[in-house]
Every structure is written in C-alpha cells, then in structure tokens.
C-alpha cells in the first residue's frame, strides 16, 4: 500500500516538478485518468519486465489487467505509482506525473499482500493511515463499513483471515475516497468464497466515477467485473479490449454422429479451418446465424444432429489462443 500526505513529498516520490492544483483538478475532469506511451522497465542485468507499454484508462471503467504471474502488471503499476523508475517512455496519473504528490492525494492503491501492525486493531490500523494522510478518524469507520469489516474493526489483525486481511489493505485504499484506486491480485491467497466476496466487493467500488485499475491473473474475477480488459504476457501487452471484444462474435457447438461423416461435411461447408474438435465435440468459429443452414446440410447428408447451439468463448478460450500464439 501506499499513503501519501496531499501536501507531502514521501521517500518513494520521483523529483519532478510541482503542478498546480487547478491544473490537476482540470486534468482530472476529463476522461482519461491514467495514460503511459512506450513505458519500459529493465531491471539490472535482467529482461525487460515491461516493454514499450501504452495504456489509456478512462474515468468511471474497471480496468483489469489479465496475465501470468511474472507479466509485468505489478510493475507497471509501481511505475505509476512513482514506486520505481521507467528505464523509458513516459505516463501521467491523474494529469500528474508518476509520484507527485497532489496527484497521490486522489490515488489509493494496494500493491501485493497488505502491511499492518498485528498488535493494533483494524481500526486502530486505519487509523494511523489515515493519520498519516491528514484524515480524520471519521473516514476510519466509513471505509470499514464500505468493506463489511464494522463488526471486526476491534479484532487484532492477527486473527483476522486472509480474506478479511484483504478487505481491509482495500479498506485502507480507500481512506482518501480516491479517485483512481488501484488493487494488485486483491483475491490472492482466498477460497472461493472468499474469491467471489471479493469480486463483490469490487464491482460495487467500481461504480459512479471512481476508476478502478485491478491487476490478477484470475480470469473469473477480471471476468466478471471489468469493462475493459489489458491482456499481458512478457512485458508486453498483447491484446486490449471490451470482453466482447476479445471473445470475439462466438460460434456454434455442435455435436453428432457418425463424427467422421460430420466432420468431412462441416469442413465442406465452412473450412478447415473454421473447425475444431475438443470434449466430444465440434466447434465452428461461424457466424451463429448459420445454425439452420448447417442442421438442414448434416441433416440431408444423412448425420444425426443430437446438439447445436450457439456458444460464446470464455475468457480463457480467448486468453489460452493469445498466450499460445506468443510461446
């Protein structure tokens, strides 16, 4: 996590010059909330962990950034952060340069496993956060609510469970009611339950004109709670796009015998190519409409059709082709 004063300069902060808050507050009323051209990390002796990296994230989306452990996502987002240093390119937050601190002030962000003293109760946590961010203790009790953690703010932190110890690194994320709040692998280390509390959790954040940037390499939660997607593998970003937009316009499913007949028939009708087989049965990247077309052609060709439907490709379809094409 990180907690800045408004009008502080913290240790972790780039030397880059002060804006005024007016122009930040302009910046901040347009559309685009965070923007990076060409942005690049090497890490000594090392491969680049981000490579030539552009990213536009609007007000008011949940933007996740999908990809394996080691993509570069928790990189890229200290790099935002003015946590570490771009060996290129360039990005503004908020208007502001990575680390300024006025553009930290409406930034909450929680990077990897959250910190807290195990002696101090969640609240008594927060409150010194909030603390050191020049809140008063009032916005302790508001982001505990926020998180469904009221009932055990008095608890210490060592008997809180992973998944409360989550909640409340995103409860201390929020104590400057920002406008851009950053989570990094917010699901890590929960069950299932856990898991899906979390996602929750997160699609209400990401609601109204807050901006939500959520870095995982879960599917199911970059799935179902975010509006745009940013698929890493490498340091580089390898496709971008609504969830419509990556699946694509879907196909039909379609099973029936004798396969090899049906095959032979299905390849004859709309390519090779267009036809693949997995679980038992065939799926054809066509345009759905065509399902009648298709039935009637097996039907007279004397296959049994005993399945045919339209089918939607998940998530992990489509992250399974892009990832594969990269290897």
Do not use: W
């Not at 009008?7 to 901040?28: F, K, N, V």
């Not at 300024?100 to 959250?114: T, W």
């Amino acid at each position: 996590m990180h907690f800045e004063h408004a009008d502080q300069r913290g240790p972790s902060s780039l030397p880059e010059p002060e804006m005024s808050a007016s122009a930040i507050a302009r910046s901040t009323a347009e559309s685009l909330l965070v923007e990076a051209r060409g942005l690049s990390k090497r890490y000594q002796r090392g491969p680049l962990a981000v490579d030539q990296l552009d990213l536009d994230i609007k007000r008011g989306e949940v933007y996740g950034f999908l990809g394996p452990n080691g993509a570069g996502k928790t990189t890229t987002i200290r790099m935002l952060l003015g946590l570490i240093r771009p060996t290129a390119g360039t990005a503004t937050v908020l208007g502001a340069p990575p680390g300024n601190a006025r553009g930290l002030a409406r930034v909450g962000s929680m990077v990897e496993a959250p910190a807290f003293y195990g002696n101090l109760s969640g609240r008594d946590n927060l409150r010194f956060c909030a603390r050191l961010c020049g809140l008063p203790d009032q916005r302790v009790d508001e982001v505990l609510d926020e998180v469904g953690l009221t009932s055990r703010g008095r608890h210490h932190y060592t008997a809180y469970s992973t998944g409360m110890k989550q909640r409340l690194g995103v409860a201390a994320a929020l104590l400057k009611n920002p406008d851009l709040l950053i989570l990094d692998e917010p699901a890590n280390g929960l069950d299932p339950q856990g898991i899906v509390d979390m996602r929750e959790l997160v699609r209400r954040l990401g609601q109204g004109q807050r901006t939500v940037l959520l870095c995982s390499h879960l599917l199911s939660e970059v799935e179902h709670v975010c509006d745009r997607i940013g698929v890493l593998r490498g340091g580089h970003k390898i496709a971008e796009g609504t969830l419509e937009d990556l699946r694509g316009a879907g196909g039909l499913l379609v099973r029936a015998h004798p396969e090899a007949d049906v095959r032979a028939d299905l390849v004859r009708l709309v390519g090779e190519k267009a036809v693949s087989e997995r679980d038992g049965a065939f799926h054809l990247a066509v345009d759905p409409a065509r399902a009648g077309e298709i039935a009637t052609a097996l039907a007279q060709a004397g296959c049994v059709v005993t399945e045919l439907r339209a089918e939607q490709r998940s998530l992990e379809d489509v992250f399974l082709e892009l990832t594969e094409e990269e290897r």
